[in-house]
Each structure stands twice: as C-alpha cells, then as structure tokens.
T-cell receptor, first 116, second 116 residues
C-alpha cells in the first residue's frame, strides 16, 4: 500500500506554454500533498504544501502565479507550470501524507520537465 | 528552523566493504529522522526512519542507522556494500510537533558509488 503516482513521467514543451503535472495517491487518501523541485545532483527543495480543499502554502521565493497548485480531492493534486521557460526545466516530485499511516510521506516517481 | 547536513557529496566504497553515509541534524525538540534513496530519474524510496525507542534502526535492503542524540547524528550504515547500492542518498528530519512545521527538511544528498 501507500503508492503515489505522477503523470506524466517526462514532458518536453516549448517556451511559453503551460504544463500540468498530476500527483495521485492510489490506495490511500492524502490529506496533505507536497511539491518539490530538484535540480541535477541537488537536494529536494520544497515548493509548496497543499491540503485538500484549501489553498496551497508556498515556500518563500516560489511564485504562486507561476506554479499553480490544485488539491481538489483526497487523491489528486496538480501542479501547473504556467508560461514555462527553460529555467523551469527540472525534476518535479510530489509526496503525499495521510493520517493513520504513521504520518509518513510517500513519494511519487517524479516528472522530468524540459522546456525548450 | 530545522536543518540537515550531509558533509560528504560523494562516498566511494569497494563491494563487500562496510559503508557509512553521514548525517547530522538540527531541530527544535525531538526529531523524526529518515533516510531515502534515489536512483537516476526516479523518485525517493524510503529506507528507514527513527521516531523513538531503540537507537539502532534497521531498514530496507540491509541498511541500518544509529540515532545519536548527543552528537545529533543519524549515520546510515551497511555491513557489506553491493554494487546495486550505488545511488543518491538523502537524510531528512522533521520535528515531532503539530501544524505546518511537520514538513520534511532534506540534506544535500550523498552520492554513493560501490566499486566492483
């Protein structure tokens, strides 16, 4: 149990377009989901925390209008990178936490975004 | 604020030899401590965690870690390394508290290379 999926696993887009990444908890209800960004050979940097049905809480320096997060249900959160630019190219990882599962975070496999 | 330090960017060890990946932390109050492993272009896989109790924690794939409160360390160890253990390892901490402070803070990662 406690599987988190992400879709797509990789995406290539043109500069100026928007890209949506989905994060799903497959066998549990995720009361909280987290979005991270990881540059090559670097650590995960928390971008935002989202609770189901409420607005996401963004970390300092993360543009909320650039990175739109929606957590509309207990099993789905989406991250939309709006008007993507090459500097947005990165590996985006989501994680989910559920009450009653030891308060652990379960991580998705990540999405590689490349903006040309 | 909580922080994690992984002082070694790279650790090389010969197959069959014991390995240690170092981690020290700083957190207000008592910590939850975690180790994750990441293979190329993949999300994080949980290895083990310390919450309370025995200072020596055993996890997946033969890994273990020892919580040392006086030294604020949580080093990852394995008695006999395998080539397949080669990957990026992350230490993470979060305080035992409620509210938004329950998010994970990651170290910078240590690239482990096991040489055949």
């Amino acid at each position: 149990g406690a599987v988190v999926s992400q879709h797509p696993s990789w995406v290539i887009c043109k500069s100026g377009t928007s890209v949506k990444i989905e994060c799903r908890s497959l066998d549990f209800q995720a009361t909280t989901m987290f979005w991270y960004r990881q540059f090559p050979k670097q650590s995960l940097m928390l971008m935002a925390t989202s609770n189901e049905g409420s607005k996401a809480t963004y970390e300092q320096g993360v543009e909320k209008d650039k990175f739109l997060i929606n957590h509309a249900s207990l099993t789905l959160s989406t991250l939309t990178v709006t008007s993507a630019h090459p500097e947005d190219s990165s590996f985006y990882i989501c994680s989910a936490r559920a009450a009653g599962k030891g308060d652990e975070q379960f991580f998705g496999p990540g999405t590689r975004l490349t903006v040309l | 604020a909580q922080s994690v330090a992984q002082p070694e960017d790279q650790v090389n060890v010969a197959e069959g030899n014991p390995l240690t990946v170092k981690c020290t932390y700083s957190v207000s109050g008592n910590p939850y401590l975690f180790w994750y492993v990441q293979y190329p272009n993949r999300g994080l896989q949980f290895l083990l965690k310390y919450i309370t109790g025995d200072n020596l924690v055993k996890g997946s794939y033969g890994f273990e870690a020892e919580f040392n409160k006086s030294q604020t360390s949580f080093h990852l160890k394995k008695p006999s390394a395998l080539v397949s253990d080669s990957a990026l390892y992350f230490c993470a901490v979060r305080p035992i508290s409620s509210g938004s402070a329950r998010q994970l803070t990651f170290g910078s990662g240590t690239q482990l290379t096991v040489l055949p």
